[in-house]
């Protein structure tokens, strides 16, 4: 599977971006999805994730209540809707899929995902 990331910007703290993950060459309900973000000079990060069918989704504390992952299978997308965003969330946003089975977990670590998309800057001022 292809990912391509998209829907970064730069924006003032309190606004919100939606993010895509627009999925190529298979179908994106084979796969677990994740969200991840890197900042300057620190470790890539997990931020969410969403199980095949969207009945399962993992989210680290720093962005619950804030940030909500969905997907259209149908559509072959994933999404990153990001919501009274800070400046803390500033990184290059990533989106990865795991071609997990059904039942299992959703990882956190992004060396359990195999696919991984090119990345968009995300840039929150104060």
């Known amino acids: 599977v292809q990912l391509q990331a998209s829907g970064g910007g730069l924006v003032q703290a309190g606004d919100s971006l939606r993010l895509s993950c627009v999925a190529s060459?298979?179908?994106?309900?084979?796969?677990?999805i994740g969200w991840f973000r890197q900042a300057p000079g620190k470790e890539r990060e997990f931020v969410v994730g969403?199980?095949?069918?969207?009945?399962?989704?993992e989210y680290t504390d720093s962005v619950k209540g804030r940030f909500t992952i969905s997907r259209d299978n149908n559509k072959n997308t994933a999404y990153l809707q990001m919501n009274n965003l800070r400046p803390e969330d500033t990184a290059v946003y990533y989106c990865?899929?795991?071609?997990?089975?059904?039942?299992?977990?959703?990882?956190?670590?992004?060396?359990?995902?195999?696919?991984w998309g090119q990345g968009t800057q995300v840039t929150v001022s104060s």
């Open positions: 990865a899929a795991d071609r997990a089975i059904m039942t299992a977990p959703i990882k956190r670590s992004p060396l359990e995902y195999q696919y």
């Open positions: 060459r298979r179908t994106i309900r084979e796969y677990h």
């Open positions: 969403i199980s095949r069918g969207g009945g399962n989704t």
